[in-house]
């Protein structure tokens, strides 16, 4: 099956279920070097007047190197079946491995930017914005995600590009 580039308006996606329950993958770089890792936080919106969505990454993960030297990213989702493979992005580094020949997974490129032939949806992103988190502005309650002091990193991404499987 090959992707199929679809008007954001098409989009037929819960971002409560795909993001916070089947997960999804970011990735960032380029035909050359890219890492990919699986993001079960972020957010689809409004922002600027932009459709977008926003993931958040922490600087001890290898795909903020990608994140902080790319002006596009990918954030794709996946059918049920791919959850072991996800799992297996989210728990290991691209430094130490070949996450998508260990995981499974198929790399290819859209628009220059990488993603995987597994996935349902890719949207392809611009990088907008990115800040660093301030844990002073988090409750109490909230403090207790960084025990280890690795905060992380906002970014907001244009959604530019929508890619289905036909």
């Known amino acids: 099956m090959s992707f199929k580039e679809i008007a954001l308006s098409e989009l037929k996606l819960d971002p409560f279920d795909q993001i916070g329950s089947k997960w999804a993958l970011v990735a960032a770089g380029d035909e050359k070097s890219s890492n990919a890792m699986t993001v079960s936080w972020g957010f689809m919106g409004v922002m600027w007047g932009k459709n977008v969505f926003e993931t958040v990454i922490r600087k001890s993960r290898y795909t903020y190197e990608f994140m902080e030297k790319s002006e596009y990213f990918t954030v794709s989702f996946y059918p049920e079946e791919y959850k072991k493979a996800l799992s297996f992005f989210g728990s290991h ?5 070949d996450k998508a020949k260990e995981g499974g997974l198929t790399p290819c490129m859209l628009d220059g930017v990488p ?5 349902q949806t890719v949207l392809v992103c611009r990088k907008l914005y990115s800040q660093q988190m301030d844990i002073s502005l988090l409750s109490d309650s909230e403090k207790h995600w960084y025990g280890d002091g690795d905060m992380h ?3 907001i991404g ?4 929508v890619y289905t499987k036909e």
């Open 93 to 97: 580094s691209g430094r130490d491995c």
């Open 115 to 119: 993603a995987f032939e597994e996935a």
């Open 153 to 155: 990193k906002a970014y």
């Open 158 to 161: 244009e959604i530019v590009k």
